[in-house]
């Protein structure tokens, strides 16, 4: 594995595979890797010829409050294991590579798709989001770029930039991971205190019950939010940021559940906010 911290190098590199007709699959991360990044490397190694994962901290996609700063961060420990998975190239620019002085050049997908959900208490989140991951695709330039589902609305969002743009590339949404307990994995998970850690295994299990609810005809979106909101108060540290019943495809509410749909949430422990969600198709 080469690890490439300049957009020039990293671009002559990939020309040299694509003149000899390689396939090029690109996995973008912030690093701190766990199981699920480690998933979607191993699938883009399976599917195409030459893999690229990013690790780049982005600091336009945090508000003013959030942590960046303290965000967890661990290169040699990630230039393992991305290793390990049979990872070609590992493009680790700093800020000033991607963000060069008197960078003025925003993405920003407009709508309710990018307003609700997370775009509500994180405001210019997914427009961070969309310029990294737009500035990224145009410099790996990926036949296929693959995304973990725990983080639903980010795929959703980067599918319709992607369309909307005309960008080339498939994007590839793969299953969430899980710890032993169901608890997706996150790297903002080792900001927990062992009681929360032990609490937060409520987010998958209540998702899971109401999957289960709705497969025996429970189709009323108002009481199944109601169940998940009980359930998930149980814990004592939980403060709910959210609990929502959207339509699986363009992520608008939906009262009567049917069709596709997917239940997401996302619930504070102490300063440590956990999203996760689950598809349900009846
Ligand atoms: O999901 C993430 O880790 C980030 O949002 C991404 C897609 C790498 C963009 O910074």
């Known amino acids: 594995m080469k690890t490439v911290e300049t957009i020039k190098e990293l671009r002559a590199n990939i020309k040299q595979a694509k003149r000899k007709g ?65 990872v070609d190239y590992l493009f680790t620019p700093s800020v000033e590579e991607i963000y060069p002085e008197n960078y ?8 309710d798709i990018t307003r609700q959900l997370c775009g509500k208490n994180r405001p210019g989140h997914f427009r961070g989001v969309t310029t990294v991951v737009s500035k990224l695709l145009n410099i790996v330039t990926p036949d296929y770029a693959y995304f973990g589902k725990k983080d639903a609305q980010q795929v959703a969002v980067i599918d319709k930039m992607v369309r909307d743009l005309n960008i080339d590339v498939g994007i590839v949404p793969c299953p969430i991971i899980r710890d032993h307990d169901g608890l997706a994995l996150s790297s903002r998970n080792t900001y927990l205190s062992s009681e929360q850690r ?85």
Request: proline share 3%; net charge negative.
């Open 104 to 111: 003025v050049t925003y993405v920003d997908v407009e709508g």
């Open 22 to 86: 390689k396939k090029i699959g690109f996995v973008p991360t912030m690093g701190f890797l766990h199981e699920g990044h480690l998933s979607l490397m191993r699938k883009a190694r399976l599917e195409t010829d030459v893999v690229v994962a990013s690790i780049f901290v982005n600091p336009t996609q945090f508000g003013p409050n959030e942590d960046f700063e303290a965000y967890p961060r661990d290169m040699q420990r990630d230039a393992l294991m991305t290793e390990e998975c049979g």
């Open 198 to 282: 032990k609490e937060a295994k409520i987010l998958s299990q209540s998702l899971f019950e109401a999957e289960k609810l709705i497969y025996q005809r429970k189709l009323d979106s108002k009481k199944i939010k109601e169940f998940l909101i009980d359930r998930i108060s149980s814990a004592k540290n939980a403060i709910i940021d959210y609990v929502e019943i959207v339509n699986g495809k363009n992520l608008n509410q939906v009262n009567e559940i049917s069709g596709g749909v997917l239940i997401a949430l996302a619930v504070k422990f102490g300063k440590t906010r956990l999203i996760d969600n689950i598809g349900v198709e009846l």
